[in-house]
């Protein structure tokens, strides 16, 4: 499957951001689906993930109550929701599909190009 992240820009501190995450060549529904982030000089980390029926979510504990993730199968298309954005979350954004069992898996099989944001103080 192949995964295009895209809806990144530049948004001021406390305003909000909703990335896509456009999937092709796949079976989309059979992929648990991951947001993850990787700032200038640092790790990249988890931010949410979705199951394949779209009813279990997980969060980062940074993510818990300003982020949303959700899924529309039908368009084969996973979001994210960013609200009250901090400048410390400039970031490239990407998404990740799963063969995994659950949203608690590390294990993520396809990776697409990523999408920055850029927050600004």
């Known amino acids: 499957v192949q995964l295009q992240a895209s809806g990144g820009g530049l948004v001021q501190a406390g305003g909000s951001l909703r990335l896509a995450c456009a999937a092709s060549g796949g079976t989309f529904g059979s992929y648990i689906v991951g947001w993850f982030r990787q700032a200038p000089g640092k790790e990249r980390e988890f931010v949410a993930a979705i199951s394949r029926n779209g009813i279990t979510t997980r969060y980062a504990d940074s993510a818990k109550g300003r982020f949303t993730i959700s899924r529309d199968n039908a368009k084969n298309t996973v979001y994210l929701l960013m609200n009250s954005l901090k400048p410390e979350e400039t970031a490239v954004y990407y998404c990740?599909?799963?063969?995994?069992?659950?949203?608690?898996?590390?294990?993520?099989?396809?990776w697409g190009p990523g999408t920055q944001v850029t927050v600004s103080s």
């Open positions: 990740a599909a799963s063969r995994g069992q659950s949203t608690i898996t590390r294990a993520y099989d396809y």
